[in-house]
């Protein structure tokens, strides 16, 4: 499975952007769809989890702000970033968890989206 990632920018305090995270290959091995990410000097946090019943887990920070969508017909998914905040300055990130016969779980990333809050 390949992800690749778009939409990142530059946006002030308050701003919103939409993520996309479009999806190739074999599709019918994808477990579950994340996004996370991961600001300067800080470790890779998840930010929003999709799973295969339908729920999603966000994490706490940015709870209330951003949702998750996602258009099969386009193999596509996204992110919908709203009231963003300095502190949501990172490279976004968005996640395959794969399982496949034979090779077991594994994860496959998109290259990342840089997103930028500042005023």
């Known amino acids: 499975v390949q992800l690749q990632a778009s939409g990142g920018g530059s946006v002030q305090p308050g701003g919103s952007l939409r993520l996309s995270c479009v999806m190739s290959g074999r599709l019918e091995s994808i477990n579950t769809l994340a996004w996370y990410r991961q600001a300067p000097g800080k470790k890779r946090e998840l930010v929003a989890s999709?799973?295969?019943?339908?729920?999603?887990e966000f994490g706490e920070s940015v709870k209330g702000r951003f949702t998750t969508s996602r258009d099969d017909d386009k193999d596509t998914m996204y992110l919908q970033m709203n009231d963003l905040k300095p502190e949501d300055t990172a490279v976004y990130y968005c996640?395959?968890?794969?399982?496949?016969?034979?090779?077991?779980?594994?994860?496959?990333w998109g290259q990342g989206t840089q997103v930028t809050v500042s005023s």
């Open positions: 996640n395959a968890g794969l399982y496949e016969e034979g090779i077991g779980s594994t994860d496959s």
């Open positions: 999709m799973y295969p019943s339908g729920g999603t």
